[in-house]
């Protein structure tokens, strides 16, 4: 019983250790965005490397499921023979939640994983204290730039994936459902309001941050060599889902309320 509770007690330390490093260590980056100014080059490399190699993968990934959306709502809302609501559902539900959240696990596993890597690499090598004899502050050089990237691009990569999801839908419901292009889309401007596209955004601007920061920081975090590098990869991907589902609960919630404007 003694051992137990000492495992215990030594995990809960841990689990408050590990938090407060790591809101430490976003105090620290985003205080670093304003103070110095970051080098926009820097900024500017993060998003290409974030949004523009990410695009494509979004793109598909958008189109899939806005098909399988459009033939599931297809068969629901044909018993009903409300099949012109296929548009309006896969709009509603892609800019809200599915958009911000699918696209940011695929950055997440894409870019994320790439940061958590590069750093963890960096810090092995111990080229982060080779950056820190030559005065340059390692979290303003590596994690605040792909911050600022991540917060910027990821809601841009979410209106990718509602277009082209909401497009692919509108295929699936004129072709396999018959529905008319006008009803499609007025049916869609009857129920979808441009707030519920801010919302979807908001989101993925905040996923953005959540995923990059948890990558920077297992990047920084990384010891014990190869291994090291693999297992601070993993911890950034998953911890990074897992933060990304809990935290879509409460924006939904505080949205719904309007408390999240």
């Not at 599915?98 to 080229?127: D, H, W, Y």
């Not at 990569?157 to 277009?163: D, E, H, K």
């Not at 990047?219 to 693999?230: K, L, P």
């Amino acid at each position: 019983m003694t051992l137990l509770l000492s495992k215990f007690g030594a995990m809960v330390s841990y689990v408050f250790s590990s938090l407060g490093s790591y809101f430490l260590f976003c105090a620290e980056s985003f205080r670093r965005i304003f103070f110095p100014p970051l080098s926009f080059k820097l900024i500017l490399q993060q998003m290409e490397f974030v949004g523009a190699r990410s695009l494509v993968i979004i793109i598909m990934a958008a189109i899939m499921v806005g098909a399988v959306f459009g033939i599931q709502f297809g068969h629901i809302f044909r018993i009903f023979g409300v099949e012109s609501l296929i548009g309006t559902a896969a709009s509603f539900s892609l800019s809200k939640e599915l958009s911000p959240v699918i696209g940011s696990f695929l950055v997440t596993g894409r870019a994320g994983s790439a940061m958590a890597a590069e750093i963890a690499n960096m810090k092995i090598n111990e080229q982060i204290d080779a950056m820190k004899v030559m005065a340059v502050n390692p979290v303003a050089y590596l994690a605040s730039p792909r911050i600022v990237a991540s917060i910027l691009m990821v809601p841009l990569l979410a209106g990718f994936f509602t277009v082209f999801g909401v497009l692919s839908a509108y295929v699936i419901g004129v072709l396999l459902f018959d529905v008319d292009t006008g009803i499609f889309i007025d049916k869609i401007r009857w129920l979808n309001k441009p707030s519920d596209i801010v919302e979807g955004l908001q989101k993925a601007a905040i996923f953005g941050a959540i995923y990059s920061s948890v990558s920077c920081y297992k990047g920084f975090q990384a010891r014990g060599g190869a291994q090291g590098v693999g297992r601070a990869t993993t911890e950034a991907v998953v911890i990074s889902l897992v933060i990304i589902l809990v935290s879509d609960y409460f924006l939904s919630y505080l949205q719904m309320r309007g408390l999240l404007q």
